[in-house]
Nanobody
Framework: QVQLQESGPGLVKPSQTLSLTCTVSGGSITTNYYYWSWIRQPPGKGLEWIGYIAYSGSTYYSPSLKSRTSISRDTSKNQFTLQLSSVTPEDTAVYYC????????????????WGQGTQVTVSS
C-alpha cells in the first residue's frame, strides 16, 4: 500500500516561497511510469493541478503556475518537494501530493494514491 504524507509550514507571508515536502512509503518514486504530482484546492474552489516530477526525474508544470513553480526530489529519502515562489493570498489552499499515472492511448491522467492534504495560508 502506497502512502503519501505532506509536510511543511502552514503559514507563509506574501512574496515568500512556499515549500512543501511529500514523503512516500510503500513504493519508490523512481518506479517506472508513475508521476508524482502536486495538486491544490483553494477555499470554495475546485482542484487545481500544479505539476509533477516523473519517475525519470523530468518535470512538467501547469502553464499558469510554471514561472513560479519548481518540483524536485530526493530519491535517497523517497521524497519530492514543491516550491512556489512569490506567493500571494490567492495561493491559500489545501495542498495535496498524489501519485499519477497515464491511462490509455490518449494518456488520460489518473490518480490512485493521495496524501491527506495540508492547509497553507498566505497572510502577513
Amino acid at each position: 500500500q502506497v502512502q503519501l504524507q505532506e509536510s511543511g509550514p502552514g503559514l507563509v507571508k506574501p512574496s515568500q516561497t512556499l515549500s512543501l515536502t511529500c514523503t512516500v512509503s510503500g513504493g519508490s518514486i523512481t518506479t517506472n511510469y508513475y508521476y508524482w504530482s502536486w495538486i491544490r484546492q483553494p477555499p470554495g474552489k475546485g482542484l487545481e493541478w500544479i505539476g509533477y516530477i516523473a519517475y525519470s526525474g523530468s518535470t512538467y508544470y501547469s502553464p499558469s503556475l510554471k514561472s513560479r513553480t519548481s518540483i524536485s526530489r530526493d530519491t535517497s529519502k523517497n521524497q519530492f518537494t514543491l516550491q512556489l515562489s512569490s506567493v500571494t493570498p490567492e495561493d491559500t489552499a489545501v495542498y495535496y501530493c498524489a501519485r499519477e499515472w497515464l491511462e490509455g492511448p490518449v494518456a488520460t491522467p489518473r490518480y490512485d494514491y493521495w496524501g491527506q492534504g495540508t492547509q497553507v495560508t498566505v497572510s502577513s
